[in-house]
Each structure stands twice: as C-alpha cells, then as structure tokens.
Nanobody
Framework: VQLQASGGGLVQAGGSLRLSCTIS????????MNWYRQTPGKEREWVAR???????GYADSVLGRFTIAADYAKRTMDLHMMSLKPEDSAVYYC???????????????WGQGTLVTVSS
C-alpha cells in the first residue's frame, strides 16, 4: 500500500490550504484514513481521522479549523485547513490503517510528508 501526499506550501496566518493524499495498492481493506504532523524535535502528532464506520475525529488543536474528507471508493483523502496559525507549521503525513483478507491485524502505511509553513 502506497500513499502520495501533495498540497503543502507557504501561507500567511489566517489563510487556508488543502492537502491531498492518494492511496494505491491491491488486496487491502481500509479501516481509517488519518493525517499526522511533525515539527523538528517533536514526536509525530495525530491531527484527524476518518474511519469506515463513519466516525471522524480531530485533535483539539485543530478542531473547528480543519476538515478531513475521505473518499473510500477513490481511495483519496483531503485535509482542508482554515484559519491557519504559525503553530500549524509542520510536515504533514497522510496515513492509512488497513487489513488484508480475513485477518483482523491492522497495518499502517504512510505518505512521504508534505511541508506546510504558516507565516505570521
């Protein structure tokens, strides 16, 4: 399972940006699609999740400003980011949690990361 992220860039504080991620591969079933982010010297932080049971979740730091949109048929996900703050600057990673066949084991796969820089 491979993921390709795009859409990062430089934006002023208060602005908006959309990240996209495409998932490819065969013979797997998606459990959830996620976005994470990481800044230098810090651990990777979970940002948003869309699960196939229709649940959606957000980190408190982005609640009300970010929206995750998942298309399970097309195997794509977007992260719409609004009212961006300098502290949102990070490398953003898309992630998919999936299973194969009848196994209940959950696998992880990650995109390459896309840089978002929010200037003050």
């Amino acid at each position: 399972v491979q993921l390709q992220a795009s859409g990062g860039g430089l934006v002023q504080a208060g602005g908006s940006l959309r990240l996209s991620c495409t998932i490819s591969g065969s013979r797997f079933s998606i459990n959830s699609m996620n976005w994470y982010r990481q800044t230098p010297g810090k651990e990777r932080e979970w940002v948003a999740r869309a699960s196939t049971d229709a649940t959606i979740g957000y980190a408190d730091s982005v609640l009300g400003r970010f929206t995750i949109a998942a298309d399970y048929a097309k195997r794509t996900m977007d992260l719409h980011m609004m009212s961006l703050k300098p502290e949102d600057s990070a490398v953003y990673y898309c992630n998919v949690k999936y299973r194969r066949g009848f196994s209940t084991y959950e696998y992880d796969s990650w995109g390459q990361g896309t840089l978002v820089t929010v200037s003050s």
